[in-house]
């Protein structure tokens, strides 16, 4: 009896942190949404030259759809190498090692190397281009673990039945293996955006303004973003926080609907995929 | 021993040719590798300058001037390495007790819904992070510490501990989980209650992990730019108390970058401590991995 009621009291007490971490989440969502008055229809879609925060919206979906676009095919390619064809080698162990090193490079330093490669030494200056390419380092380790894990889980005997059939391996993989880890890898995918939708550090040199007029015409020119204007009208600018309340807000729940779909895709399909059961 | 070299990379360049998909999987795969190899490389060679001049006085050098061309960044490795320090003293109980009671102790309908939560704590951007230290943070503590401005080493460790610890549960309960449960059923079965069973089977086990996680932890800790840069005050000196300002080298690369004229002695300087950042993180990490792996190997 005695070592129960130690046992709860053990139980008890870590348990409290657990419950700071709930509260600090339930914390930090109730004091944005104390600036949900700051929000309308008509802030979402004036210009920004107009005091509004349309191409700073635009200018973010632009730079995370881009990264995306890039790194969700190298990611895919890259897992699919890892778990179908790579050798138990050395070599496939540096490369486990490399994407894990990528994955804990700061991202002020992806920011720099993007700037003196992306911005200078490719020549695509202060561009949505840049940024892209910059971003795109930062949602590929995530897609490729991501990828790594939807592509492990489908059994072989899918394969295999593609392979006795005279497909190739390739065709095979292609054919199968992918199609059944398609939902898998396009969590991966979202995740990688819920990541980057909101990054500053990366895309501080290398792609965005202050103020441009209008949407980006092309890719080589500079583009808008939330996560930049906050920051920079904060720091630079010295305004109070509750001057960019509206554009915080507007950010915090892009990366959480992006976060929330891709975690309840994962749940539900962990729980669809009948094989694993 | 050449014959059996040479044999290997032939019949890899014939293997190359039936199988050109192959190849750009192969490619795809090297990718990091690559990134990683130009990353060190750039940077390297933008801080090249900088380094010859002042070796390790840009660690280790006390007076970060630009009129004088004197850059030392001693504050800033000291600012870092504090709120660091800081930073992980709150998160690593915090993490580490999160990670068992989630993975040990809760209910299974409730890991799920409570490990989400904590993702989606990992996934708020750090410029809302730095905001809601603003917004909260900095006026709390200004008014408990009677201070004249809040921004301090111990706002930039809160809001940091914040977003340490999801890395912390993440990676630690992802090794407790795997703890076989034979083990744990071995334990119980001999009479342990739960908790001598996570003191004496699981924790001893999955150390290693655990210990793996907080260097992750600590990676992204010291590389975090934008929320520190936003409540830390950034004053660069060596301060003897958590209740005065501090820059961090990540911070103050982020906020000198702009103003410093491109090939300036400061902008190689600023490369260079990005230098120390990336070489820092790289032997953190590989660190981590290697610790991950030998206590796979050992449980």
């Known amino acids: 009896m005695g070592s129960q009621t130690k046992e709860r009291i053990f139980f008890f007490a870590l348990g409290v942190p657990v419950v700071i971490c709930l509260l600090a989440f339930f914390w930090i969502a109730a004091t944005l949404f104390t600036g949900v008055g700051t929000l309308n229809l008509e802030f979402l879609t004036t210009s920004a030259l107009q ?14 759809l881009g990264a995306a676009a890039i790194a969700g095919p190298i990611g895919v390619f890259a897992a699919i190498y ?25 991202s002020i330093i992806i920011g720099l190397f993007g700037y003196t490669f992306f911005s200078r030494q490719l020549g695509f200056g202060i561009s949505l281009m840049a940024g892209w390419l910059t971003l795109a380092l930062m949602i590929l380790p995530i897609v490729i673990r991501g990828s790594e894990e939807a592509i492990r889980i489908v059994p072989t005997s899918f394969k295999q039945a593609a392979l006795a059939l005279g497909a190739t391996k390739w065709k095979s993989i292609s054919l199968t293996t992918l199609i059944a880890a398609a939902p898998g890898i396009v969590t991966s995918v979202i995740l990688g955006i819920a990541r980057v939708a909101g990054e500053t550090a990366a895309i501080l040199f290398t792609s965005c303004v202050i103020i441009t007029r209008g949407l980006p015409a092309s890719p080589l020119e500079p583009v808008m973003a939330l996560s930049f204007n906050m920051y920079v009208q904060i720091v630079a600018r010295g305004e109070p926080p509750e001057n960019v ?24 399909y962990r729980r669809k995929q009948p094989w694993l059961h | 021993m050449s014959n059996k070299w ?22 795809c795969a090297s990718f990091s590798i690559i990134i990683l190899f130009l990353m060190l490389f750039f940077v ?35 600012g ?49 992070y730095g905001f809601i230290g603003l917004l909260l943070v900095v006026p709390f503590i200004s008014s408990v510490f009677g201070l004249v401005s809040g921004q301090t080493a111990l706002t930039a460790s809160l809001i940091l501990s914040l977003m340490t610890i999801p890395t912390i549960v993440s990676v630690s309960g992802e090794i407790i989980s795997a703890v076989p449960k034979e083990y744990k059923e071995a334990s119980l079965g001999l009479g342990a209650t739960k908790w001598e069973t996570i003191k004496t089977v699981v924790l ?22 934008i929320a520190v840069s936003m409540v830390a005050g950034n004053q660069a000196h060596t301060p003897s108390s958590y209740l005065e300002a501090v820059y961090t080298i990540p911070s103050f690369i982020a906020t000198h970058m702009g103003e410093s004229a491109v090939g300036s002695l400061e902008y190689s300087a600023l490369f260079g401590l990005g230098l120390i950042l990336l070489i820092i993180t790289f032997i953190v990490n590989t660190l981590a991995d290697i610790v991950v792996k030998r206590g796979v190997q050992h449980g």
């Open chain 1, 51 to 64: 005091g509004g925060a349309f191409e700073m919206i635009v200018g973010t979906i632009y730079l995370f």
């Open chain 2, 204 to 225: 001893p086990i999955s150390k290693s992990g655990i210990l793996a996680s907080i260097m992750l932890g600590f990676g992204r800790a010291i590389g975090e730019t």
């Open chain 1, 82 to 106: 890892l778990v179908e064809y790579a050798p138990s080698g050395k070599f496939t162990r540096i490369i486990d090692q490399a994407i894990n090193n990528l994955a804990g490079v700061p």
């Open chain 1, 245 to 268: 309340f509206g554009i915080a807000l507007i950010l915090f729940f892009i990366v959480v609907i992006f976060s929330l779909v891709a975690i309840i895709l994962r749940v539900y």
């Open chain 2, 44 to 78: 390297a060679r933008e801080g090249a300058v900088a380094f010859s001049r002042f070796g390790s006085d840009l660690l280790f050098g006390m007076r970060w001037n630009l009129e004088t061309n004197l850059f030392g960044g001693f504050p800033l490795l000291y």
């Open chain 2, 80 to 128: 870092s390495i504090m709120v660091t320090f800081g930073a992980l003293l709150i998160a690593i109980p915090i993490g580490v007790c999160t990670a068992i009671f989630v993975s040990e102790v809760l209910p299974f309908y409730l890991r799920d819904p409570i490990k989400s939560i904590i993702e989606l704590l990992a996934s708020i951007p750090s410029v809302i």
């Open chain 2, 6 to 27: 040479l044999n290997k990379i032939s019949s890899f360049f014939v293997s190359l040719k039936s199988q050109p998909m192959e190849i750009v999987l192969f490619l």
